[in-house]
């Protein structure tokens, strides 16, 4: 159990009561909220690109995996060689992500069960608020090559795989 990225859900559940409009009024800061359900490892501290909690807390591509134990390559990610250095990359784009929760709210629940709009909504955010560690090269050629920055490739659809963005680039997941 990860209390933290459980209590983002909850409060992501409670905002849905708001509605989608008050959620599209707030739309900026209300979409980023949803990145909370990711940083968090299992002992309740932030993981994202920190070398001693992401290697236990993400996936990583192959080719970032060999880096996950090094130091160096969590550092000035910005400078150096974008082969070996990391980078923390949405499965599905956290706007992709919160424009579907907002249909979910829109459309309420599938199944007339106590509860279900809640349950559904916390299984999507769930399931679909993940973070894989690629490699800077890697990402530049999911954003700059392929263009899919904050998008899924063209013909993927909801229930399609999650990871269909990495399959595009050749990018291979470590299971």
């Known amino acids: 159990m990860n209390e933290k990225r459980d209590a983002y859900v909850r409060v992501a559940i409670a905002m849905s009561t708001a509605g989608t409009k008050d959620l599209n009024l707030t739309r900026a800061h209300s979409a980023y909220f949803l990145r909370g359900i990711i940083d968090w490892a299992e002992d309740g501290k932030r993981a994202n690109l920190n070398v001693k909690k992401a ?95 904050e998008k899924m490739p063209w013909d993927w659809r909801w229930g399609d795989s999650r990871y269909a963005r990495f399959e595009a680039a050749g990018i291979e997941i470590e299971w």
């Open 55 to 149: 290697p236990t807390t993400y996936r990583y591509s192959v080719k970032a995996s060999a880096l996950k134990h090094q130091k160096s390559a969590y550092e000035n990610r910005s400078k150096g060689d974008k082969e070996v250095k990391l980078h923390a990359e949405h499965v599905i784009p956290n706007i992709i992500v919160f424009n579907r929760f907002l249909k979910l709210i829109d459309d309420g629940p599938s199944t007339n069960l106590e509860g279900s709009a809640e349950l559904e909504l916390s299984f999507f955010l769930e399931e679909n608020c993940e973070i894989v560690i690629i490699t800077k090269a890697e990402a530049e050629l999911l954003d700059s090559k392929l263009k899919l920055r």
